[in-house]
């Protein structure tokens, strides 16, 4: 079964907002990745974020990992009509087993 | 840098012939390609994981004699969908790392397979 739950599934917001995306996990990881992926493409990478590691930023993204709650959230801000996509979590677990979560489709209004 | 190029991006075929889908890292050398299919509106599912000069590893459900993956450098694999049917019809997704399925994976483009 994948290793990664996201929520929402869906979400929809106005250009210039945040947007929020969760993602929920079962087992201990190395590192936990972001990708980026438009409709009908192949995915881009976002961040890494490794298990010791708590929170990461990359322009207008930001990373933050909690091992003991097994979630990770992506934060966009001041998001634009480009941002929409899909949005996947990966995990690596300890056992070095690589799952993709369930992604969560963004749009942004203009 | 780190482009990886697939071909074909589309391909239609009829049941029961066999499509040969290629991936290239096109900047830099990739120890470790991987084979993800996707279904519409779903997540990618890792198929096999293929190391340069060795036999792939594919993961659990995943028919080897029906995926034939082979890696011949550091720049290339090839995914062949054997005796293909309409089930196998999806979008196949590859990617490269400079090491392995942990780090940062470069995906390519992604080929669209419709068997008919």
């Known amino acids: 079964s994948q290793q990664g739950e996201e929520d929402p599934q869906a979400l929809s917001i106005q250009e210039g907002e945040n947007a929020t995306m969760n993602c929920s996990y079962k087992t201990s990881i190395n590192n936990l990745q972001w990708y980026r992926q438009n409709s009908g493409r192949g995915l881009v990478h976002l961040i890494l974020?490794?298990?010791?590691?708590r929170e990461k930023h990359s322009g207008r993204l930001r990373v933050t990992l909690d091992t003991s709650k097994k979630s990770s959230s992506l934060l966009i801000t001041a998001s634009r009509a480009a941002d929409t996509a899909s949005y996947f979590c990966?995990?690596?677990?300890?056992?070095?087993?690589?799952?993709f979560g369930t992604g969560t489709s963004l749009t942004v209004i203009p | 840098g780190a482009v990886v190029s697939q071909h074909p991006s589309r391909v239609i075929c009829k049941s029961g012939t066999s499509v040969k889908i290629e991936c290239r890292s096109l900047d830099f050398q990739a120890t470790t390609m991987f084979w993800y299919r996707q279904f519409p509106k779903q997540s990618l599912m890792l198929m096999a994981t293929s190391n340069e000069g060795s036999k792939a590893t594919y993961e659990q459900g995943v028919e080897k004699d029906k995926f034939l993956i082979n890696h011949a450098s550091l720049t290339l694999s090839t995914l062949t969908v054997t005796s293909a049917h309409p089930e196998d019809s999806s979008f196949y997704i590859c990617s490269a790392s400079t090491s392995g399925r942990g780090e940062t994976q470069y995906f390519g483009p992604g080929t669209r397979l419709l068997v008919l």
């Open positions: 990966a995990t690596t677990s300890v056992g070095n087993q690589f799952y």
């Open positions: 974020i490794r298990s010791n590691e």
